[in-house]
């Protein structure tokens, strides 16, 4: 299933501290030096990679995308011009065939480690959109979405049962090894005629690709005109901020009521974040709270936000069969 870790609250509340952890000032990238202040994003990719090393080796695999809803629009934060420069690039979010949500053209970046990815978290943080106002020096006009997605190989002989004992983990290391390359993962793959022999097309049938996604969103922080003080452009953008999180509260109250329609559409934060916050998905929202007093409006608010999300009831996720190959096949 996917998961989802989003921080939730108004403008200068702690939301990219929360995510990202202290920040440098010169150039808004995040330190890891402090292993105490280190936030939910680098924290989450160590855990992940601490898991997967305890798997066989080639079994999984990592890719990162790093993107920001800004102005309702998708920018790819990771994408390159011709001279490999990163610059942002807009996308678009589509619903497929199946009902999952989808960006097209968006950069994915084969990782191997946590500090890959943290490299190219802070490569989308030079490019974030950021605005000055009365409340907070260096608020975020976007929302940042750094999604990690996981591919595991399965296998299932004709029986059905799964490879989870030592010498049917160490059979399947080899066919991966042979099936899947590491070019393959970077995008650099072949045509599998001209690099496996008959018995590895053999085994690769019988090979499943599970993708799960991590998401790990800093959101733009909710604000009162009249307390920021901000015009113009940074007034454009606060209008657009608060409609997405107005649009994600409503979803999270269809979810919580049971409608038979979400309106993740209403939304690109919300059509983006689709698969992360619906079906089986776990979602945890963590709240924001400014301990000011003239911020109390504000923060009933975020208490409210807060309470909706609560309310929603899922039954226990269930780990859904890998079909099984025919004998016929």
Request: hydrophobic share 35%; with cysteine.
């Amino acid at each position: 299933y996917n998961v989802c870790i989003m921080a939730y609250g108004q403008t200068g509340s702690g939301k990219t501290y929360t995510m990202l952890g202290p920040q440098l000032e010169e150039n808004f990238t995040f330190s890891t030096e402090d292993e105490s202040e280190l936030g939910i994003i680098p924290r989450a990719t160590q855990e992940v990679f601490r898991l997967i090393s305890e798997k066989p080796p080639g079994s999984y695999w990592v890719e990162v995308s790093v993107v920001e809803v800004y102005n309702n629009d998708i920018f790819d934060l990771l994408a390159k011009d011709s001279c490999g420069k990163v610059f942002g690039v807009k996308r678009d979010v589509v619903t497929t065939r199946e009902g999952k949500s989808d960006v097209p053209l968006l950069t994915h970046e084969t990782v191997e480690n946590a500090s890959e990815v943290l490299y190219l978290v802070n490569k989308g943080l030079q490019l974030r959109v950021r605005h000055p106002t009365l409340v907070h020096a260096h608020s975020s006009r976007s929302h940042l979405v750094v999604t990690l997605t996981i591919t595991t190989i399965v296998s299932e002989d004709i029986f059905g049962t799964s490879w989870e004992d030592e010498q049917t983990s160490q059979r399947l290391n080899k066919e991966v090894s042979c099936t899947f390359p590491q070019k393959m993962r970077d995008d650099k793959s072949t045509s599998s005629s001209r690099t496996s022999s008959p018995a590895q097309l053999e085994a690769t049938e019988k090979l499943k690709q599970v993708k799960t996604s991590l998401q790990l969103v800093d959101l733009a922080g909710s604000e009162c005109v009249s307390m920021s003080g901000v015009t113009g452009a940074a007034l454009r953008e606060t209008s657009f901020i608060n409609r997405s999180l107005s649009a994600l509260a409503d979803v999270l109250g269809a979810i919580a009521e049971q409608r038979s329609h979400v309106p993740y559409r209403n939304s690109k934060l919300t059509h983006l974040l689709q698969d992360s916050i619906g079906g089986d998905a776990k979602l945890l929202v963590m709240l924001c709270i400014s301990p000011h007093q003239k911020y109390l409006t504000e923060s009933m608010q975020s208490l409210g936000f807060g309470t909706r999300a609560r309310q929603v009831q899922r039954g226990q996720v269930k780990k859904k069969n890998i079909p099984m190959q025919s004998k016929a096949k």
